[in-house]
Every structure is written in structure tokens, then in C-alpha cells.
């Protein structure tokens, strides 16, 4: 089992930025995939940014490449996601979530945080 809270959400004026993080717990989830996914109402969940735990590779969404920047810090298990340069349009709902494939895919994740509300005003 990986157990996910994410946290740092909140508003923000467009052209600002925001930093998410994602605590992680549980047996072997430094041998996941990692990633952030965003919802807004309406809308799929969508691919945002993704990076393997051990070796630290990325992989972005077209909508975020050269804004967004996924990492993590193993000494404190956690997982971030510098959001720089916000638009309206990254107004969602932000999941991490933990996969043993490095996919896009949101049905090849098996474990999600409850998410964090992300509103950029404009």
C-alpha cells in the first residue's frame, strides 16, 4: 500500500506561482512512478508531469512543458510540483498519484491523494 496527502493549493493571480507537494508512506514506493494530475470541473483528469522515484527521469504534458516542474526529496519522502507563470486555464483539482509503469495513463495508476484545489484568478 502507497499513501498519498497531498497539500499547498490555494489562489494565486495569473503569471504567479505555487508550489504542491505530495507526502508518500507506505512499503516500496520509492519503486513507483510519481506524478501530478489535474481535474477541473467538466473535465478528464488529465496528465500533467510524472518522474521516476529512484532515478529522477521526467516527463511533462504539452500544456505545462517549460512552467511546471516535477521533483522529489527522498530524505523527506515527498513529491513537488513548482507551478511558475499560472494561467486561469491551470484553475483544477491537483492529484499526485503512483504507478509501476511510467505511463500517462490515469488508469495505470493504483494510488491517488485526495487532491488539492489549485484557482488562478485572472
Known amino acids: 500500500q502507497v499513501q498519498l496527502v497531498e497539500s499547498g493549493g490555494g489562489l494565486v493571480q495569473a503569471g504567479g506561482s505555487l508550489k504542491l507537494s505530495c507526502a508518500a508512506s507506505g512499503r516500496a514506493f520509492r519503486g513507483y512512478v510519481m506524478a501530478w494530475f489535474r481535474q477541473a470541473p467538466g473535465k478528464e483528469r488529465e496528465f500533467v508531469a510524472r518522474i521516476t522515484w529512484i532515478v529522477g527521469i521526467t516527463f511533462y504534458g504539452d500544456s505545462v512543458k517549460g512552467r511546471f516542474t516535477i521533483s522529489r526529496d527522498n530524505a523527506k519522502n515527498t513529491l513537488y510540483l513548482q507551478m511558475n507563470s499560472l494561467k486561469p486555464e491551470d484553475t483544477a483539482v491537483y492529484y499526485c498519484?503512483?504507478?509501476?509503469?511510467?505511463?500517462?495513463?490515469?488508469?495505470?495508476?493504483?494510488?491517488w491523494g485526495q487532491g488539492t484545489q489549485v484557482t488562478v484568478s485572472s
Open positions: 498519484a503512483a504507478s509501476q509503469t511510467p505511463t500517462t495513463e490515469r488508469t495505470k495508476y493504483d494510488y
